[in-house]
């Protein structure tokens, strides 16, 4: 393991305790796996919950491996877990234990404005989730546009972006 990821490692478990102690975590939104819902550079509030408290087709965060995933919730799985999906993923991620849920989105910071956290996909935003899933050019052209309208954009090559679905907590 290089330095960096030890670090990302470190970083992600700081962020899971410091959610499990405050019950509140602002993270950076690294990747693009929430896209159209949730854009690179968007600062993404999460509100620890229950997994009993979380319906269908809400924006959950989970820690697997050393790593957070902020997706979609799918449904519960008999015996204990549940199961997630990105947005703009092609199927859902594998089957998380409970004890990986960490709580709900409750808003998001997008180009210094504060918006609610995104509802369940509507048709339209579902279908421009999967466009962007399986065409990349549409997929770079959304995103080069998105860092033109957004100032405050803070993704770009110099940001750690090992998975489509990784997120960060900001770096001060």
């Known amino acids: 393991m290089s330095a960096s990821e030890s670090w990302s490692t470190q970083r992600e478990a700081l962020a899971v305790e410091a959610l499990r102690r405050t019950r509140r975590l602002r993270l950076q939104v690294r990747g693009e796996s929430m896209l159209p819902a949730l854009w690179p550079g968007d600062v993404a509030e999460v509100a620890a919950c229950s997994l009993e408290e979380i319906r269908r ?94 100032p405050l954009h803070t993704g770009g090559d110099h940001l750690c972006n090992l998975t489509s679905d990784l997120c960060n907590p900001p770096i001060p």
């Open 57 to 150: 087709g809400e924006i959950v965060l989970a820690f697997r491996e050393g790593r957070l995933f902020l997706h979609r919730f799918l449904t519960r799985c008999e015996p204990d877990g549940f199961l997630t999906c990105g947005d703009s993923m092609p199927g859902p991620d594998p089957q998380f234990p409970s004890d990986a849920f960490l709580g709900r989105l409750a808003g998001v910071v997008r180009a210094g404005q504060t918006v609610s956290a995104p509802v369940p996909l509507r048709p339209r935003l579902r279908i421009l989730g999967k466009l962007f899933c399986y065409c990349s050019p549409a997929r770079h052209l959304a995103l080069k546009f998105h860092r033109r309208w957004n």
